[in-house]
């Protein structure tokens, strides 16, 4: 049985890959995965050898959020506290880290990519929360979308469920960089060349003087 998280370090990148296509539909279980392999680059992350962190993904999607079969209410405790961990690891982590999106992010995978320093997308890419729609809304996305871009545009995002492409989200500042679906990957890793040619212990202080 194949990972449903992929996790490789090579030339001062720990890769993390969403590897359940096409949607990659986030269930406990992955979720579980994703946590162990972001307590491992934190791990690791002192050491020079890391400089940044990339969250990418297989298929169609970036994904397409978080299991419905997961929202019981047997289930929703630990689907909750597990997935909230992921966003405590995330925001430990010292390294710079980025999400590559050449597809759909929405709902919970929506918020895993833009809660990165930096989102990179494709032309066709999609972000939005749609949860509004089933009667529940997101917190992580609640508390984050505010400080990206703005308050009114968050809630507008959060209380319609509006679902915006790749070009709009970078114009309101919710991502950073739109490069066409072709191509998408070599302009990615030029982009990741860039962080991954400067000093490693610089990019950490700088984000930390951001932060």
Same mark, same amino acid.
């Given at each position: ?6 996790? %490789?370090? !090579?030339?001062? +990148?720990?890769? +993390? ?27 690791? /992350? ?5 400089? +940044? ?6 298929? *169609?999607? &970036? ?17 909750? %506290? !597990? ?27 929506? %918020? ?38 703005? !308050?009114?545009?968050?809630? /507008?995002?959060?209380?319609?469920? *509006?679902?915006?492409?790749?070009? %709009? ?8 960089? +739109?490069?066409?679906?072709?191509? &998408? !990957?070599?302009?990615?890793? /030029? ?12 990019? *950490?202080?700088? *984000?930390?003087?951001?932060?």
């Amino acid at each position: 049985m194949s990972s449903s998280i992929i996790c %490789e370090l !090579r030339d001062g +990148v720990a890769r +993390v890959t969403l590897n359940r296509p096409p949607l990659n539909i986030l269930d406990i279980a992955m979720i579980g995965e994703l946590e162990r392999v972001l307590v491992q680059v934190r791990s690791q /992350e002192q050491s020079e050898d890391v400089k +940044v962190l990339v969250i990418g993904h297989q298929g *169609k999607a &970036f994904s397409a959020g978080v299991a419905i079969e997961d929202h019981t209410p047997d289930k929703v405790p630990e689907m909750l %506290e !597990r997935f909230h961990g992921v966003f405590h690891l995330l925001h430990s982590l010292t390294v710079p880290s980025l999400a590559l999106v050449d597809g759909m992010a929405l709902g919970g995978g929506c %918020e895993l990519a833009v809660f990165c320093d930096m989102v990179i997308a494709s032309d066709r890419a999609t972000f939005g929360q749609p949860e509004i729609k089933v009667g529940v809304f997101p917190p992580v996305a609640a508390v984050l979308f505010p400080h990206l871009i703005g !308050r009114n545009r968050a809630l /507008e995002l959060l209380l319609t469920g *509006k679902i915006v492409g790749a070009v %709009e989200a970078k114009a309101i500042g919710l991502i950073n960089q +739109v490069f066409p679906a072709d191509g &998408f !990957r070599e302009n990615a890793e /030029e982009f990741i060349g860039k962080l991954t040619s400067l000093s490693g212990p610089v990019l *950490k202080l700088t *984000k930390r003087a951001v932060d």
